[in-house]
């Protein structure tokens, strides 16, 4: 088993870094190709989500990423904002995306949960066991 | 890799043509260059994404902003897209459903409907 731990300053020019890594982990795991590009695209969002609400909050703990490869490839994602702030996702309707009244954060949110939620088939979002926060947690098989 | 941005025109439409990463950092950057179009009087904007290797929910929701402030203009805004990566990001988040999404810029400008159609 190998354990990567990246933690970084929540700002959005980190995010690319992270994504960069958590791909290369995922490759180095056995995660096959073709799911290589969801893995980008999850790990992306997590972490976007993560910074955001630290920005929201006026936070400046470090957004903490892990991953591990014991026998299934997983990344938890953990921010330090409210829990009440974070548990509360939801994926917007189509007719609600385009309408006027929605705020770009708000699109921006329900979008991201969208995403995570389509292209993870194993999520969880959950409080974190100590402290304050929430986690983010993907797996993805490993294998061919 | 970074964030391209080039405009051109196609008779009425403005393209601006999108390549490298659209993410939470780079999106600010479309963000300001959609409003300088928009602001300096486009109105039938085409966004041509087929440069464009990685495109997040934040880059998503410019280009949502982008479409509300063009329709309540009287304008229109289409997209171009022919990557299936980049398509299944528009079915999962149901924006197919919002974005007129066409394979080919010729395609985007003979299908608008507003009264811009080439």
Known sequence: MATVRLSFSPAPVHVRTARLVGVAVARRAGVREDL?????????????????????????????????????????????????????????????????????????????FALLAGFVEDLQVRPVDEGVGTEVRMVWPVGR | MELSLATRTVGEHTVLEVGGEVDVYTAPRLRERLLELIDGGARHVVVDL?????????????LVGALKRLRSAGGSFALVCDKEPLLKIFRITALDQVFPLHPTVDAAVGADTTGAGA
């Open chain 2, 50 to 62: 087929g440069r464009v290797d990685f495109l997040d929910s934040t880059g998503l929701g410019v």
């Open chain 1, 36 to 112: 290589l590009d969801e893995v980008r695209l999850a790990i992306g969002e997590a972490c976007t989500r993560a910074v955001a609400l630290h920005r929201q909050y006026g936070l400046h703990d470090p957004v903490l990423v892990e991953m591990s490869d014991a026998g299934q490839y997983a990344v938890r994602v953990v921010d330090r904002a409210p829990i009440e702030a974070g548990i509360g996702l939801a994926a917007l309707p189509p007719d609600e995306l385009a309408d006027e009244s929605l705020t770009d954060e708000a699109l921006t949110t329900g979008v991201g």
